[in-house]
């Protein structure tokens, strides 16, 4: 019988099976960041149990609210400085350094094929994208993972989601996941792996694949997974190149991850998007979703561009490119906070940060910030939002704010007009 | 030690009750459960639903509909139950991370087929209601104005060890 890549990895991690359909795996990547991390540091200190299982296998950084902006955060980020430096650990971000976990651990080459990542934050999935599994997790199974590198799972069974056809120009992995989530439902993935497969998939860019993976957790999956091809070797050969004589070489072993041609499904949907139009959410669930055409005209206050699921450069590039030569509406704040610095970066090299400054757009630095209402642009109540980001509940980006989620091209478009806008329509 | 699974119970009438609802982003920056305790379900908008209410601050036990803690892996929102004295959720059925992390503490996330919850939800309409939930029978017993229906639910043999062990920082530690 044939097995899912979430299977391979179960199988080839597998550390103890304590109860029956209990798996606790070895874990390869234990992620941390200064909200979720502090208290799982204070508990192992209370328990006399301060060390960490591998200061290599566990990286950290400093994302949520960054810079600090208050003594709470400044003491958040402290404890998880602290801790990363009496450790050793041999990856930790900080200032100067530091951007959204998602977006950041990738880039730097921490995720590869066939890891088990676990992290104190439910948009971990993201990892997926790269044929790992990547589960958020709470405090308790981090801490476990810090003094351990083990975690437990029911093993998930796993929903294929083939994605067919040929996206059309102005429409992107975020108008795809954003329709597969209004499908699925808010729980329909619960207890599921998510597998994205097809020809739209194989077509996708690491970005993309990641923006994909990202929203998984938003109908409930434990992770997001795609199958490891050409596309993952070429983003991650400086990476690996010491491993592999040739990127052709990687390529070949990484496929013995890919699931088999006769692996079992709990389920298997086929869509064909090639006739997708851009999609938004409305009412405070990520399935509540309709096309934009159907929200258009609807006014916003601010406009926000960044986080783990819509900060990288192809995301920033895509705006820009709308925004290139325009100016967003007066009624509108426009904040763009690029992922990580070398995004900041490239996109200072490439004209892009110019485009959106010239815009009216705010810049920040890299932080999730306004994603969850935590800085750098919470909304008042009675505002509303559109954002690229992944979650749209009741208060999520400020008390009694609304926020309607959508993609980068659409963000921006709708920067311009002060309304939810097609940004094919400009 | 055994958390307490007993105690006046508060009825939630409605599915994907979120932990941004459950515990809003901006008591993140606390770095003890403690901290939270004033702020449990501070953003739930629901009728007849007063998140500074009485019956909230007597509530021991929470029943609710489909999909409870979806959102956020925060264990924030299981804290912010556990320091309020809420160690028992009843649900139809839980987002995956939030049930991990009740169990995780030590707590019990309970499901109960449709059904049941129904029940449940039918004899808050009778007045105060009190469970009592006896783990090793797996059966819970609901006690309104004297009388009493018992329900029984399923529970795995891990989470139940974790339950025992008072969660899962102690059951690692001792076998990993």
Known sequence: MGKTIAEKIFASHLRDEPFEGTKVLAIDRVLCHEITTPVA????????????????????????????????????????RDWARRHDLKDFFDVGHNGVCHALFPEKGFIHPGFTVIMG????????AFGAFAAGVGTTDLEVGILKGVCAFREPATIRVNLNGQLSAGVYAKDVILFVIGQLGVNGATDRVIEFAGSVVEQMSMEARMTLCNMAIEAGGTSGICMPDRVTVDYLWPFIQDQYATPEEAVADFAKWQSDADAI??????????????????????DCVKSVAELAGTAVDQVYIGTCTNGRIEDLRVAAAILKGRKIAPTVRGIVSPATPKIFSAALDEGIIQIFMEAGFCVTNPTCGACLGMSNGVLSAGEVCASTSNRNFNGRMGKGGMVHLMSPATAAATAITGVITDARSL | MQKIFKGATIFLDRSDINTDE???????????KEALQPYMLEDLKLEGFDPNGEELANARVVVSRQNFGCGSSREHAPWVFEVNGVHTIIAESYARIFRQNMFNGGMLAIELPAGDIDKLFGLGKLGRVVVDVDLDAQTIAATVGGNITNFSFAISEFDKALVEAGGWVEFADERY
């Open chain 2, 22 to 32: 459950i515990i809003p982003a901006k008591y993140l920056t606390e770095v003890t």
């Open chain 1, 121 to 128: 934050d439910s948009h971990t999935c993201t990892h997926g």
């Open chain 1, 265 to 286: 499904y709990a389920q298997v949907l086929d869509f064909d998007v090639s006739a997708l139009e851009p999609q938004v959410t409305f009412d405070y669930k990520p």
């Open chain 1, 41 to 80: 540091i204070a508990d192992l200190e209370s328990r006399g149990k301060d060390r960490v299982f591998d200061n290599t296998k566990i990286k950290a950084v400093i994302d949520h609210v960054t810079p600090s902006k208050d003594s709470k955060t400044a003491l958040q980020a402290k404890m998880l």
